[in-house]
């Protein structure tokens, strides 16, 4: 039967099924959409990387002997939406059949279900054999449960993917070593040089604009620095594994000035558009570590499967069994716009300046940059969870709803009020400080909360309490913090309080 497969941005999976065996009868379609480039403003690098990524994966497919048909987004055949496109291609080539992989994005698993219904041929659709679990795992596996604990189900998927297991028991007799992986960077290990390519991808930079597609950032499009090929992405997972993950664990949470990715893998970008799968990767991690246990401990490998089977997968889950209601979620009615410096990186706080710049720079900030900085200050100040979402889909390279939602909505913002975290990720300046060398250089006075250039963290922080107290006072992980805050004098109170609302009032100029 003749039969046309949908090839999506992010299904780039080299080592798929599909691709076993060449049949004569299939033709892949592979389509650069201005529909998903526009639904959110992107990073620069962010449509390049995909763009050139499956500009790879087309040639990877011919010379393979598959038929192809790759349409671009400036050629005269692309039609403006997904559906007139299959439409259009389906009644010129008389294609009697359509299959599809399972999207990642509930929008587009929607939109082609769609499709599927409304062609008069057959139409059947496919895992994307990338994930460890399928979409209702995570569903199946609390139901009936209050709380969706991350750490209930890493445990399970250690046990069921016997992943640094001896028996029942987890290597090392420990299931989190997170206490060992809370190091600030002081200088005294050497940090490699960010493993980097040097693609000159100007050709589809000048498409782009062409195309008229709007976009964000910027971009060295002579040296683009990403791996966009499967080729590439097993030398940058290498290059971690022989040079990273010694001290990944050690370093995870550390954040520095002159140093923007420190012992972070880079792979989140190469493993959402799947051209390598996170079973490989956490494999060769495993090889490397069991190869060199002398120089990398249990705690730094641990680290680095808690990521990746950990959280990637719980992540997966929640969004899988949580949407689309979850795209909606607003725990603390959040309602204020973002400042127009998130988009410049034109403040004087010099870790959201550093957090955004670096953002701009190589569309990447690492975890605790995107939860303890610019995540940190959108929840402290009020931000609407929509505005901190859209900034976060578009501004990051690895950004796919899947993954952004769940870690923006839910991990950083709390708009889910509690179902990715126990309580929210907040903090004043003193974990900043403790962590970087952020508050060394900066306009504002790390230590004080009323001041006249007192840190905005630091009331903001108070303020956020005392607002949302009727929420949170109940919460065990949190009680403690009411405790401290009603000791404070209503002076004091009232003095911080004000200074809170005063920059927010101002927060286009902080
Ligand atoms: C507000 C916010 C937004 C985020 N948005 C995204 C996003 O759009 N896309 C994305 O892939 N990650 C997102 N994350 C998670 C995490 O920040 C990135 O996966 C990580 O920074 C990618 O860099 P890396 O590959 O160097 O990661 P490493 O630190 O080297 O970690 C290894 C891998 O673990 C996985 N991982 C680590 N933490 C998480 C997590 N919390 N959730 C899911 N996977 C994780 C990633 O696949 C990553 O490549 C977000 C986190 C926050 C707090
Ligand atoms: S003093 Fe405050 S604003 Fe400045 S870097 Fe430290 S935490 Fe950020």
Redesign the pocket.
């Given at each position: 039967m003749k039969t046309l497969r949908l090839i999506l941005g992010d299904q780039l999976i080299y080592k798929h099924s599909w691709f076993k065996q060449k049949n004569n009868h299939v033709t892949y379609f592979i389509i650069e959409l201005k529909q998903e480039s526009e639904y959110v403003t992107h990073h620069i690098q962010k449509i390049i990387g995909f763009f050139a990524s499956m500009f790879n994966f087309v040639n990877y497919l011919k010379k393979n002997g598959h038929k192809v048909i790759y349409i671009k987004i400036n050629d005269s055949e692309n039609k403006a939406t997904l559906a007139d496109n299959l439409k259009y291609q389906i009644e010129k080539n008389q294609f009697q059949k359509f299959e599809y992989l399972l999207p990642d994005e509930y929008r587009l698993d929607e939109q082609l279900k769609k499709i599927s219904n409304s062609l008069n041929i057959q139409s059947e659709v496919f895992d994307t054999e990338h994930f460890f679990t399928s979409r209702n795992e995570l569903n199946d596996f609390f139901k009936n449960k209050k709380t969706y604990l991350l750490e209930n189900f890493y445990r399970h998927l250690r046990k069921k993917f016997n992943v640094l297991m001896q028996g029942d028991e987890p290597i090392g007799n420990q299931w989190n070593f997170d206490s060992s992986n809370r190091n600030a960077y002081k200088g005294k290990d050497i940090i490699p040089e960010p493993f980097s390519f040097n693609h000159d991808y100007t050709s589809i930079l000048n498409e782009i604009k062409k195309s008229g597609i709007k976009f964000i950032g910027e971009v060295n499009e002579k040296n683009f620095i990403w791996p966009t090929s499967r080729k590439q992405s097993i030398q940058l997972m290498h290059y971690?594994n022989q040079h990273l993950l010694p001290l990944?664990g050690k370093y995870?949470d550390a954040m520095h000035t002159d140093y923007w990715?420190l012992f972070?893998?880079?792979?989140?970008?190469a493993?959402?558009i799947k051209m390598i799968s996170?079973k490989e990767?956490i494999e060769s991690a495993i090889i490397e570590w069991q190869k060199r246990k002398d120089e990398i401990g249990i705690e730094q490998i641990e680290g680095?499967v808690r990521?990746?089977l950990g959280?990637?997968e719980?992540?997966r889950g929640i969004y899988w069994a949580k949407m689309p209601e979850y795209a909606t979620l607003n725990y603390f009615q959040n309602k204020l716009k973002l400042p127009k410096w998130f988009w410049t990186g034109e403040t004087k706080m010099n870790c959201m300046k550093h957090a955004i710049n670096q953002s701009l720079e190589y569309a990447?900030?690492?975890?605790i940059q995107?939860?303890m900085v610019?995540?940190n200050f959108a929840l402290l100040s009020g931000i609407d969870p929509d505005e901190?979402d859209k900034w976060?889909?578009g501004i990051?390279i690895?950004?796919?709803e899947w993954?952004?939602i769940?870690?923006?909505r839910g991990?950083?913002?709390f708009a889910d009020g509690g179902i990715v975290g126990s309580k929210p990720y907040v903090s004043s300046a003193n974990y900043i400080d403790k962590m970087s060398n952020y508050c060394k250089n900066c306009y504002y006075d790390k230590s004080t909360k009323t001041n006249e250039n007192a840190c905005p963290f630091n009331s903001l922080y108070w303020l956020f309490y005392e607002t949302h107290r009727e929420k949170l006072s109940r919460n065990p992980r949190i009680g403690m913090m009411y405790k401290v805050l009603d000791k404070f004098t209503s002076a004091d109170k009232e003095a911080i309080f004000n200074k809170a609302i005063n920059y927010i009032n101002s927060i286009e100029n902080l």
């Open positions: 971690f990944f995870q990715s972070h893998s880079r792979l989140s970008f493993m959402n996170p990767v680095y990521q990746i959280w990637r719980y992540m990447y900030a690492h975890h995107r939860l610019t995540g901190v976060y889909l990051y690895d950004a796919i993954v952004e769940t870690n923006t991990m950083s913002q």
